[in-house]
């Protein structure tokens, strides 16, 4: 005897079959931040004293403009996996739920693409 309703078994919904998914991308982007994060501080911590034309130097090269764009797009992504979870586990109203969670997902995806945007046109 199954405790699943007819449409749950039509949709193929239950348990674990949907929050893996999830829970396996905000894994992997945490542990993907932790190198980039360490990476990022420690060129900062370098960079002290340094001028606005040496900072641009530097981040202009392939290698810190590919791991900045990296940087900002795991850290984003990882925001808004998330913020995502906090909001479904303490908005209780549906609706609101669903905006907030589609305003977070806006709002990451409208800096992210800004903030690459200008590492892009700082390495050009």
Do not use: N
């Not at 641009?56 to 764009?69: E, K, N, Q, T, V």
Request: proline fraction near 2%; glycine fraction near 8%; hydrophobic fraction near 55%.
């Amino acid at each position: 005897m199954s405790l699943r309703t007819p449409l749950a078994r039509v949709r193929g919904l239950g348990s674990a079959k949907d929050g893996t998914g999830h829970w396996w991308s905000q894994r992997l982007t945490a542990i993907a931040l932790v190198p980039l994060c360490l990476w990022f501080v420690v060129s900062v911590i370098s960079m002290v004293g340094a001028d606005y034309g040496t900072f641009l130097h530097w981040l202009s090269s392939p290698l810190s403009g590919g791991l900045m764009i990296l940087l900002i797009i795991a850290t984003f992504y990882h925001a808004a996996l998330g913020l995502q979870v906090v909001i479904e586990d303490y908005v209780h109203q549906e609706g609101i739920k669903i905006a907030s969670i589609i305003a977070v997902k806006f709002a990451c995806i409208v800096l992210g693409l800004a903030a690459t945007l200008s590492v892009l046109k700082i390495m050009v």
